[in-house]
């Protein structure tokens, strides 16, 4: 190109934020715009920038302005479909990465399934767990055979609560789509991309105990779950696993992957963000391999640079998923997370925050749940 991409960040909070660090180190970009109509992130998101951008109330009006070439959208949760259906009625067909979850219900899920499949540029759906170093580098051993026909895949996240976000927008399941979508929809996209199956039943047991039982916001008290444990599973008959809880901020690792075939077992060992434990800085994920024959676990660091790792809180996978975003438009690439991606993680989680409601297995077939 005879100039660099030209970026308009729509949503200017915490994530959006974490997505101006990332541009930032990208070769060829520059931000261009900003559209939030909260001033007190559009003030933040503009010291980060560190330069002159165009600034928008209304999302509309960038769209309309012709200031940038490319959109990442990163918005509260139910707002998604409505700025993505702008998006691709605009005369510019914009190549767009739009934060999971790509929308909070199965009538958006068919909508959007519908909607996207004519855009005439890469549409992207921001799963920043699939471009953790650590985590790649597990799923590269997986798909060489290092643990055999792999039978068995587990996630574990014991992490600290929600964070207070602008008007409090994740307190409530109406606007998040709930936890097992707003939180999770990216393991159970991982579940998908590792097994390289599709989801056909979903069983749930969680609730919220802990977490927000004393905020009230307009009199009502927030109904997001704090703990759960999640089944799912797939045609093939293997089986994956989510235990999640979000009062166990204390803990050292934040998450915990494993995965179990035939030959052995390997886990992905992944520290929460720097800033979440003050004054112990950022630290390194491990791998640990475990094959049956010869018996002994083998353990190694997986180094991420620590400037990275300091951008954000999902240990340096958002500068990477950025990356691959900009191949994909420069280089024509297949796009990596696609919609129907998208869409299929929401509909897992969605099952399970109706499991738990209640009470039993839902069946998947397609964008319904039965």
Not at 114 to 126: C, E, Y
Not at 254 to 271: H, M, N, T, W, Y
Request: proline share 5%.
């Amino acid at each position: 190109m005879s100039r660099p991409l030209r970026y308009g960040v729509i949503g200017a909070g915490m994530m959006g934020q974490e997505h101006l660090r990332n541009i930032a180190l990208l070769p060829d970009a520059v931000v261009t715009a900003l559209a939030d109509p909260h001033a007190e992130s559009i003030a933040s998101a503009r010291k980060i920038v560190g330069r002159e951008v165009e600034v928008f109330a209304d999302y509309r009006a960038l769209l309309e302005s012709q200031v940038c070439d490319v959109l990442v959208v990163a918005t509260p949760n139910d707002t998604h479909r409505a700025v993505l259906d702008d998006i691709l009625a605009a005369p510019t067909a914009f190549p767009t990465l739009i934060e999971k979850p790509i929308c909070t219900t199965i009538e958006d899920c068919r909508h959007l399934a519908d909607a996207a499949s004519s855009h005439r540029a890469p549409l992207w759906v921001g799963m920043e767990y699939r471009y953790m170093p650590p985590l790649a580098a597990m799923i590269e051993e997986i798909d060489r055979g290092e643990v055999g026909n792999l039978k068995m895949f587990s996630i574990r996240e014991h992490r600290h609560p929600f964070l207070t976000k602008v008007g409090n927008w994740n307190r409530f399941a109406t606007r998040t789509g709930g936890t097992l979508v707003e939180k999770c929809c990216h393991f159970f996209d991982l579940m998908r991309f590792v097994l390289r199956d599709e989801a056909v039943r979903v069983f749930a047991s969680g609730a919220a105990d802990v977490n927000h039982r004393d905020e009230r916001y307009d009199g009502q008290v927030p109904d997001m779950i704090d703990n759960a444990y999640v089944i799912v599973e797939f045609r093939s008959g293997r089986r994956a696993s989510l235990d999640l809880c979000m009062f166990a901020d204390g803990a050292y690792w934040q998450e915990e992957f494993s995965a179990v075939g035939d030959r052995g077992k390997i886990e992905c060992l992944v520290p929460g963000a720097g800033k979440h434990w003050p004054g112990r800085g950022e630290r390194q994920a491990e791998l640990v391999t475990s094959p049956r024959e010869p018996k002994g676990p083998v353990r190694r660091t997986v180094e991420v640079d620590e400037h990275l790792l300091g951008l954000g809180a999902h240990h340096g996978s958002t500068y990477f998923e950025l990356l691959g975003f900009q191949q994909s438009i420069l280089e024509g690439t297949p796009v990596k997370v696609s919609v129907e991606d998208g869409l299929k993680a929401v509909v897992i989680g969605l099952a399970a925050e109706q499991s738990i409601r209640e009470g039993r297995a839902v069946e998947l077939q397609g964008w319904t749940l039965r």
